[in-house]
Protein backbone atom coordinates (compact mmCIF):
# COMPACT_ATOMS: atom_id res chain seq x y z
CA UNK A 1 0.00 0.00 0.00
CA UNK A 2 1.54 3.20 -0.52
CA UNK A 3 2.26 6.07 2.31
CA UNK A 4 -0.56 7.55 4.03
CA UNK A 5 -1.02 10.92 3.17
CA UNK A 6 -0.60 13.22 5.88
CA UNK A 7 -3.87 14.94 5.91
CA UNK A 8 -5.74 11.44 6.50
CA UNK A 9 -3.83 11.14 9.87
CA UNK A 10 -5.69 13.23 13.37
CA UNK A 11 -3.39 14.06 16.19
CA UNK A 12 -2.98 10.97 18.52
CA UNK A 13 -3.31 11.28 22.60
CA UNK A 14 -4.38 11.03 26.17
CA UNK A 15 -7.53 11.84 26.67
CA UNK A 16 -8.50 14.60 29.34
CA UNK A 17 -9.17 12.85 32.98
CA UNK A 18 -12.08 13.54 33.29
CA UNK A 19 -12.93 11.88 29.55
CA UNK A 20 -11.05 8.96 30.87
CA UNK A 21 -12.94 8.55 33.84
CA UNK A 22 -16.12 8.84 32.23
CA UNK A 23 -15.00 5.72 29.80
CA UNK A 24 -13.80 3.68 33.08
CA UNK A 25 -17.05 4.34 34.57
CA UNK A 26 -19.07 3.14 31.88
CA UNK A 27 -16.64 0.05 31.44
CA UNK A 28 -17.10 -0.80 35.33
CA UNK A 29 -20.67 -0.42 35.56
CA UNK A 30 -21.60 -2.08 32.47
CA UNK A 31 -24.25 -4.52 33.51
CA UNK A 32 -26.41 -7.66 31.73
CA UNK A 33 -29.49 -6.22 32.61
CA UNK A 34 -32.18 -9.03 32.83
CA UNK A 35 -35.17 -7.48 34.30
CA UNK A 36 -35.30 -4.10 35.13
CA UNK A 37 -36.43 -2.28 32.39
CA UNK A 38 -39.15 0.95 32.02
CA UNK A 39 -41.52 0.72 29.87
CA UNK A 40 -40.57 3.99 28.28
CA UNK A 41 -39.76 3.73 24.26
CA UNK A 42 -36.54 4.91 23.12
CA UNK A 43 -36.26 8.11 21.43
CA UNK A 44 -35.39 7.32 17.45
CA UNK A 45 -32.43 9.72 17.64
CA UNK A 46 -30.82 7.92 20.61
CA UNK A 47 -31.35 4.86 18.95
CA UNK A 48 -29.22 5.64 15.75
CA UNK A 49 -26.68 7.19 18.30
CA UNK A 50 -26.43 3.73 20.01
CA UNK A 51 -26.25 2.01 16.28
CA UNK A 52 -23.63 4.48 15.16
CA UNK A 53 -21.26 3.70 18.59
CA UNK A 54 -21.72 0.21 17.32
CA UNK A 55 -21.23 0.47 13.36
CA UNK A 56 -18.11 2.44 13.79
CA UNK A 57 -16.61 -0.94 15.99
CA UNK A 58 -12.96 -2.37 14.36
CA UNK A 59 -14.03 -5.32 12.02
CA UNK A 60 -11.94 -7.62 10.40
CA UNK A 61 -10.51 -6.46 6.51
CA UNK A 62 -13.09 -3.69 7.32
CA UNK A 63 -15.15 -5.88 6.16
CA UNK A 64 -18.57 -4.78 8.70
CA UNK A 65 -20.05 -7.72 8.91
CA UNK A 66 -23.20 -6.88 10.91
CA UNK A 67 -26.26 -5.94 10.71
CA UNK A 68 -29.18 -5.04 13.20
CA UNK A 69 -32.82 -5.96 13.05
CA UNK A 70 -34.86 -3.29 15.60
CA UNK A 71 -37.91 -5.55 16.51
CA UNK A 72 -40.80 -2.76 18.81
CA UNK A 73 -43.37 -4.83 17.65
CA UNK A 74 -44.84 -6.33 21.10
CA UNK A 75 -46.21 -9.09 19.35
CA UNK A 76 -43.01 -10.44 17.60
CA UNK A 77 -41.11 -9.60 20.69
CA UNK A 78 -43.69 -12.29 22.73
CA UNK A 79 -43.41 -14.72 20.00
CA UNK A 80 -39.38 -14.01 20.23
CA UNK A 81 -40.06 -14.88 24.15
CA UNK A 82 -41.43 -18.13 23.31
CA UNK A 83 -38.77 -19.46 21.40
CA UNK A 84 -36.52 -18.43 24.25
CA UNK A 85 -38.69 -19.91 26.97
CA UNK A 86 -38.20 -23.45 25.24
CA UNK A 87 -34.73 -23.26 25.02
CA UNK A 88 -34.85 -21.68 28.71
CA UNK A 89 -36.41 -24.90 29.94
CA UNK A 90 -33.83 -26.90 27.68
CA UNK A 91 -30.96 -25.19 29.55
CA UNK A 92 -32.43 -25.33 33.42
CA UNK A 93 -32.81 -29.16 32.74
CA UNK A 94 -28.79 -28.98 32.39
CA UNK A 95 -28.08 -28.14 35.64
CA UNK A 96 -29.25 -30.31 38.76
CA UNK A 97 -30.27 -29.49 42.51
CA UNK A 98 -30.02 -26.65 44.02
CA UNK A 99 -27.95 -25.40 40.83
CA UNK A 100 -31.15 -26.01 38.29
CA UNK A 101 -33.04 -23.87 41.30
CA UNK A 102 -31.35 -21.07 41.31
CA UNK A 103 -31.32 -20.72 37.47
CA UNK A 104 -34.55 -20.80 37.80
CA UNK A 105 -34.87 -18.39 40.01
CA UNK A 106 -33.08 -16.01 37.76
CA UNK A 107 -35.64 -13.30 36.33
CA UNK A 108 -35.09 -13.51 32.58
CA UNK A 109 -38.35 -11.50 31.57
CA UNK A 110 -36.30 -8.52 29.26
CA UNK A 111 -37.75 -9.86 25.96
CA UNK A 112 -41.33 -8.72 27.08
CA UNK A 113 -40.53 -5.75 29.17
CA UNK A 114 -37.77 -3.78 27.44
CA UNK A 115 -39.85 -1.76 25.02
CA UNK A 116 -36.76 -2.22 22.22
CA UNK A 117 -35.13 -5.54 21.09
CA UNK A 118 -32.44 -5.95 18.44
CA UNK A 119 -30.89 -8.83 16.59
CA UNK A 120 -27.56 -8.79 15.94
CA UNK A 121 -25.76 -10.60 12.68
CA UNK A 122 -22.84 -11.51 11.40
CA UNK A 123 -22.81 -12.31 7.60
CA UNK A 124 -19.77 -13.95 6.47
CA UNK A 125 -19.92 -13.62 2.97
CA UNK A 126 -19.83 -9.27 3.01
CA UNK A 127 -16.31 -9.24 2.55
CA UNK A 128 -16.20 -12.00 -0.49
CA UNK A 129 -14.80 -15.29 -0.34
CA UNK A 130 -11.43 -13.88 0.80
CA UNK A 131 -11.25 -11.41 3.58
CA UNK A 132 -7.42 -9.86 4.74
CA UNK A 133 -7.27 -10.54 8.09
CA UNK A 134 -9.46 -13.45 8.29
CA UNK A 135 -7.30 -15.48 5.95
CA UNK A 136 -6.26 -17.99 9.15
CA UNK A 137 -9.39 -18.04 11.52
CA UNK A 138 -13.04 -17.79 10.50
CA UNK A 139 -14.21 -16.77 13.25
CA UNK A 140 -12.61 -13.07 13.01
CA UNK A 141 -16.21 -11.87 11.36
CA UNK A 142 -17.90 -12.90 14.66
CA UNK A 143 -15.48 -11.48 16.87
CA UNK A 144 -15.78 -8.05 14.91
CA UNK A 145 -19.33 -8.00 15.53
CA UNK A 146 -18.83 -8.09 19.49
CA UNK A 147 -17.12 -5.22 18.91
CA UNK A 148 -19.98 -3.67 17.56
CA UNK A 149 -21.73 -5.01 20.25
CA UNK A 150 -19.60 -3.98 23.14
CA UNK A 151 -19.74 -0.43 21.76
CA UNK A 152 -23.02 -0.09 21.91
CA UNK A 153 -23.46 -1.53 24.87
CA UNK A 154 -20.99 1.08 26.50
CA UNK A 155 -22.54 4.01 24.39
CA UNK A 156 -26.09 3.07 26.35
CA UNK A 157 -24.50 2.42 29.55
CA UNK A 158 -23.64 6.28 28.80
CA UNK A 159 -26.98 7.25 28.16
CA UNK A 160 -28.95 5.75 30.75
CA UNK A 161 -29.81 2.63 28.89
CA UNK A 162 -30.00 -0.66 29.86
CA UNK A 163 -29.27 -3.92 27.72
CA UNK A 164 -29.47 -7.57 28.13
CA UNK A 165 -27.77 -10.11 25.56
CA UNK A 166 -29.70 -12.99 25.59
CA UNK A 167 -28.10 -15.72 23.65
CA UNK A 168 -30.59 -19.03 24.53
CA UNK A 169 -32.20 -19.81 21.65
CA UNK A 170 -32.27 -22.18 18.67
CA UNK A 171 -30.56 -20.20 15.84
CA UNK A 172 -33.17 -21.49 13.30
CA UNK A 173 -36.12 -20.51 15.31
CA UNK A 174 -34.75 -16.97 15.86
CA UNK A 175 -33.99 -16.97 11.97
CA UNK A 176 -37.76 -18.06 11.08
CA UNK A 177 -39.24 -15.63 13.12
CA UNK A 178 -37.39 -12.57 11.72
CA UNK A 179 -37.07 -13.95 7.96
CA UNK A 180 -32.81 -13.92 8.19
CA UNK A 181 -31.37 -15.76 5.53
CA UNK A 182 -30.09 -18.71 5.81
CA UNK A 183 -26.29 -17.40 5.50
CA UNK A 184 -26.38 -14.80 7.88
CA UNK A 185 -25.89 -15.92 12.10
CA UNK A 186 -27.15 -15.20 14.79
CA UNK A 187 -25.07 -13.32 17.45
CA UNK A 188 -27.34 -12.63 19.94
CA UNK A 189 -30.79 -10.92 21.05
CA UNK A 190 -30.61 -7.33 23.09
CA UNK A 191 -32.82 -6.08 25.27
CA UNK A 192 -32.83 -2.42 25.21
CA UNK A 193 -34.80 0.33 27.47
CA UNK A 194 -34.46 2.38 30.09
CA UNK A 195 -33.44 1.72 33.32
CA UNK A 196 -33.49 3.49 37.21
CA UNK A 197 -31.47 0.88 38.70
CA UNK A 198 -28.60 -1.10 38.28
CA UNK A 199 -27.10 -3.80 40.31
CA UNK A 200 -23.48 -2.22 41.79
CA UNK A 201 -21.83 -5.41 40.85
CA UNK A 202 -22.56 -7.95 38.25
CA UNK A 203 -25.83 -9.89 39.25
CA UNK A 204 -24.22 -13.46 38.89
CA UNK A 205 -22.00 -12.22 41.35
CA UNK A 206 -24.72 -10.62 43.64
CA UNK A 207 -26.91 -13.80 43.26
CA UNK A 208 -23.58 -16.22 44.01
CA UNK A 209 -23.68 -18.13 40.54
CA UNK A 210 -20.16 -16.95 39.79
CA UNK A 211 -17.36 -14.52 41.58
CA UNK A 212 -15.40 -12.04 39.33
CA UNK A 213 -11.73 -13.97 39.59
CA UNK A 214 -9.05 -12.33 40.55
CA UNK A 215 -6.88 -10.37 37.46
CA UNK A 216 -3.57 -12.00 39.01
CA UNK A 217 -4.51 -15.39 38.41
CA UNK A 218 -5.37 -14.73 34.64
CA UNK A 219 -2.02 -12.48 33.68
CA UNK A 220 0.84 -14.34 32.34
CA UNK A 221 4.27 -13.29 30.92
CA UNK A 222 5.99 -14.46 27.87
CA UNK A 223 4.40 -17.84 28.17
CA UNK A 224 1.74 -19.77 29.56
CA UNK A 225 4.06 -20.84 32.53
CA UNK A 226 5.29 -17.51 34.02
CA UNK A 227 3.53 -15.37 35.90
CA UNK A 228 4.35 -11.20 36.00
CA UNK A 229 7.05 -9.87 37.92
CA UNK A 230 3.94 -7.23 39.41
Same mark, same amino acid.
Given at each position: ?21 ? /? ?5 ? &?????? !?? =? ?6 ? =???? =? =? +? ?23 ? $????? $??? +? ?52 ? +? ?9 ? !? ?5 ? $? ?17 ? $? /? ?32 ? !? &? ?11 ? !? ?5
Amino acid at each position: MPDEPMDHMVRAGAFSAEERAA /IYRAIET &RRDVRD !QF =LPDPLPDD =LVWR =L =L +SAAHHAPSVGFMQPWNFILVRDAER $REEVW $RAF +SRANEEAAGMFSGKRRDDYRALKLEGIRKAPLGICVTCDPTRGGPVVLGRTHNF +SMDRYSTVCAI !QNLWLAA $RAEGVGVGWVSIFHEDELK $R /ILAIPEHVEVIGWFCLGYVDTLYGEPELAVKGWR !Q &RLPLEDLVFSETW !QERPAV
